[in-house]
């Protein structure tokens, strides 16, 4: 660590909001904080040319920002005095960076396509990583040409990942993503929750013979997960099927060989990873292997060379051309200097509908903070709550806050040009609702421009005077525009690395550590404790909305098991 600041006052004296350029920041916002987006295209034409970006087939429009030329240098300012240029290259050197946990972070290994060798506590982690790919190609190979077969002798025709949280959004995001690529005649499905009705409901629809589940957990602990798994163990047996013939129909993703062995499953059918690896990170690993079965190795290795792709641009591109920090500079912008608490993913692509779930776990579980790498709690709001679901259905529900809502919300629209369908009508109302938004956003309708369009449709006076304040827009509601030129492995790789590093460089502004998550960790305990008292009571001491709550359960529980 550089700065060692070993007290509460100390961190907070040292906190980024003390320093030069966040107090720029701060003036520059009161003097600049009702510019009007229109006013910044007036005043240069050229804007959108000058604030976009083109990464291989990656269109990435952030004009629609309330910020000029000035406000970026002072964000790159901020970017240069919290050092991100040298946070980036820790990252990547394998450093300690998550400082709670004393491991370095390093997903980006999993998609290194370099010969470039990556040193984890001086010993090079590529032949392991590599010697797993191979081994995930084998196996995927052999179920995806029917020669891994069930214990009755037939091809697998469904597979069922079960996971929670990293192990479970990343996999099915980009199985959902890819679903033109996927080969028929072999269903993915998708199994977290803890709520019985996800297992159940899943079984239903498979049989046992022609079955595989994947028990994907890092730890190997996870409660939802490994009652999930036995759940799924348990229905199998009852199928007619035999101890021994679970090896044949149950994997394990885990870097937990120990409890992997103690669950039953044959540690020679587990794939491994690192606990480099953070769980939200880990769709590059093994926790991929349903993305593999579902697409083929052949397009996973495409998404993993897309990641790499925007790794190498991370990673050597100064900072004013660097699109993970342009976007994590402009969420600060509006987290730390204009107020905003959240931020939209409105993907325009049914395909990408898990998307904002994914990120929500991606961006909250890394900097949902509270407090700093010195142990001090910061001064400055850290990550926004990110929400968000696929248009144009959200136009339909929630858009009315976005246009007139008191809340500032920046959104990411995100898009395909090409679909992978022939519905050329269907696509192209897709598409220019997609662009009307962020305009609509943008410039807004004043009331001047409100009365005018009324009169023009034939409403006296009256009627133009008391509604026209209801049909009024402020716009200069800021969005960013990412078109895909198609939504394929390699540039879906890398719009995800975009996120993970965007989210990063957020973290390293906020002087925070993204990769730790102990905020999950006092539920999970509660949970275990309260487990028991709902048959047995609630416990000396618990409080009274939960004593009640628990004793409300146990009281209207119909006594059927
Ligand atoms: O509870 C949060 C969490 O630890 C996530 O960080 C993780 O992705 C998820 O649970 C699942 O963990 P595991 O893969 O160990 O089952």
């Known amino acids: 660590m550089d700065n060692n600041y070993t007290t509460y006052d100390e961190g907070l004296m040292n906190s980024v909001a003390t320093g030069r350029a966040w107090r720029a920041l701060i003036a520059y916002s009161e003097k600049n904080k009702s510019v009007h987006m229109q006013n910044l295209f007036a005043r240069d034409p050229d804007r959108a040319k000058r604030y976009s970006a083109l990464f291989e087939d990656i269109y990435l429009d952030y004009s629609k920002n309330r ?45 290194n396509r370099s010969d470039r060798a990556v040193l984890v506590d001086e010993t090079d982690v590529m032949p392991a990583v590599r010697k797993v790919l191979s081994r995930i190609e084998k196996f995927s190979n052999a179920v995806r040409g029917g020669r891994w077969q069930g214990h009755t002798g037939k091809a697998i025709s469904d597979v069922v990942n079960i996971g929670i949280g990293g192990s479970h959004l990343g996999p099915q995001m980009v199985t959902e993503a890819l679903q033109a690529y996927a080969q028929s005649g072999l269903r993915v499905h998708f199994v977290s929750n803890i709520d019985g009705v996800d297992i159940s409901r899943t079984l239903q629809t498979v049989n046992a013979d022609t079955t595989l589940f994947i028990i994907a957990s890092k730890s190997f602990t996870t409660q939802e997960t490994m009652t999930n798994a036995h759940a799924a163990r348990d229905w199998f047996l009852q199928q007619g099927a035999t ?64 990641a790499h792709a925007m790794d190498e641009h991370f990673r050597r591109t100064p900072l004013e051309q660097n699109l993970p920090v342009i976007l994590a500079l402009l969420g600060v912008w509006y987290i730390n200097f204009l107020g905003a608490r959240s931020h939209a993913i409105l993907p325009y692509a049914e395909h990408l509908r898990w998307l904002p779930d994914y990120l929500q776990q991606a961006d909250m579980e890394s900097n949902g903070k509270q407090t700093n790498l010195h142990g001090s709690f910061v001064d400055y709001q850290t990550g926004p709550v990110l929400w968000g679901s696929p248009g144009s259905n959200g136009q339909h529900a929630y858009f009315q806050l976005l246009h007139q809502g008191t809340h500032l919300v920046p959104a990411d629209f995100i898009a395909v040009v090409n679909p992978s369908h022939d519905l050329a009508t269907h696509h192209e109302l897709l598409l220019a609702n997609c662009l009307a938004q962020s305009e609509a956003l943008m410039l807004g309708r004043t009331l001047e421009q409100t009365t005018e369009q009324m009169r023009a449709d034939g409403y006296d006076d009256d009627t133009i005077q008391r509604l026209a304040p209801h049909r009024v827009f402020d716009g200069n509601r800021p969005s960013n525009t990412i078109l895909l030129r198609q939504l394929e492995p390699r540039s879906l790789g890398s719009l995800l690395a975009l996120y993970e590093h965007k989210i990063f460089v957020q973290g390293l502004i906020w002087d925070i550590n993204s990769f730790d998550q102990w905020g999950v960790e006092l539920g999970k305990q509660l949970a275990s404790e309260i487990l028991p008292e709902l048959n047995e009571g609630p416990a000396q001491g618990r409080n009274t909305s939960t004593r009640l709550l628990i004793e409300y359960c146990r009281s209207q529980t119909d006594k059927k098991h």
Not at 75 to 83: G, I, P, T
Not at 84 to 105: C, L, S, W, Y
Not at 249 to 262: C, D, G, K, L, P
Not at 276 to 303: D, H, K, M, N
């Open 243 to 306: 101890e021994a013939d679970v090896a044949r129909h149950f994997v394990a993703v885990s870097t937990n060989r120990n409890e992997v062995a103690r669950f039953g499953i044959d540690t020679d059918n587990m794939f491994g990873f690192w606990n480099w690896v953070g769980g939200r990170y880990s769709l590059w690993s093994a926790i991929g292997l349903p993305i593999v079965l579902s697409v083929g190795f052949a397009r996973f290795s495409e998404l993993l060379a897309g």
């Open 67 to 111: 910020i000029d030329d000035e406000g970026m240098s002072l964000l790159l300012d901020l970017a240069q005095e919290c050092d991100v240029a040298k946070g980036i290259q820790r990252m990547f050197a394998g450093e300690h960076i998550n400082i709670t946990e004393d491991r370095p972070v390093l997903h980006t290994a999993l998609r």
